[in-house]
């Protein structure tokens, strides 16, 4: 989806916090924003989602902006495990439809 | 709980055949179903969503004459991509959704099934 962008790609130091941006800026009010992560060949698994509020759960966290026109993923320790491609993905509400962005690689490095 | 198996996972058609690539969701019954494209290194388009019973409901931009919908039963939805040819290569992939027996709501993406057209 060209209206949420993400960088082409990130590296990461072992053991170190990763911070994956995405720009939504034009998302509605009520669009719900997941995180999926892709390896090579694989389909999308599933990090982390959240409307307004930031989210924890025990792969990542999930910082929403205010205005709800960004979000950040948070990996707090990034291990070699987590080398993929991680995609923010807006969905309007109890569609399930997913509406991909543009997809960040993440290279973490030993 | 909540698999969603892709059959074939890689297949190789030469042009002018057709391919069909199974989805189904294997411990719970999934009420919708979707079809993803992905070229490399690019992200996923949504092609198509599926409904138990009903037509399928394509994205602008996909022909429903080339790429064959059938959701005929509740584990089960195929996409069947007609008189392929090489610009059709690419890695399809199918997330279904539906309701555990839990009563927990679930979406889960299947492995994707790379096509290869001669």
């Known amino acids: 989806d060209a209206k949420t962008t993400q960088p082409n790609s990130m590296e990461s130091n072992e053991e170190e916090p990763v911070h994956l941006p995405c720009n939504h800026s034009?998302?509605?009010?009520?669009?719900?924003i997941h995180w999926y992560r892709q390896l090579p060949s694989q389909g999308p698994e599933y990090v982390i989602h959240?409307?307004?509020s930031n989210v924890n759960n025990r792969m990542a966290s999930l910082a929403i902006a205010e205005d709800r026109k960004s979000s950040t993923l948070i990996l707090h320790r990034a291990t070699l495990r987590d080398a993929a491609v991680y995609y923010c993905?807006?969905?309007?509400?109890?569609?399930?439809?997913?509406?991909f962005g543009t997809g960040t690689r993440l290279k973490v490095l030993a | 709980g909540a698999v969603v198996s892709q059959h074939p996972s890689w297949v190789i058609c030469k042009s002018g055949t057709s391919v069909k690539i199974e989805c189904r969701s294997l411990?719970?019954?999934?009420?919708?179903m979707f079809w993803y494209r992905q070229f490399p290194k690019q992200s996923l388009m949504l092609m198509a969503t599926?409904?138990?019973?009903?037509?399928?409901?394509?994205e602008q931009g996909v022909e429903k004459d080339k790429f064959l919908i059938n959701h005929a039963s509740l584990t089960l939805s195929t996409l069947t991509v007609t008189s392929a040819h090489p610009e059709d290569s690419s890695f399809y992939i199918c997330?279904?959704?539906?309701?555990?027996?839990?009563?927990?709501?679930?979406?889960?993406f299947g492995a994707g099934s790379r096509l290869t057209v001669l």
């Open positions: 997330s279904a959704t539906g309701r555990l027996t839990s009563g927990a709501n679930v979406l889960t």
């Open positions: 034009t998302i509605s009010g009520t669009d719900y």
């Open positions: 959240g409307l307004t």
């Open positions: 993905i807006r969905e309007p509400p109890g569609t399930y439809k997913y509406i």
């Open positions: 411990d719970f019954q999934a009420t919708t």
């Open positions: 599926s409904n138990e019973g009903s037509k399928a409901t394509y």
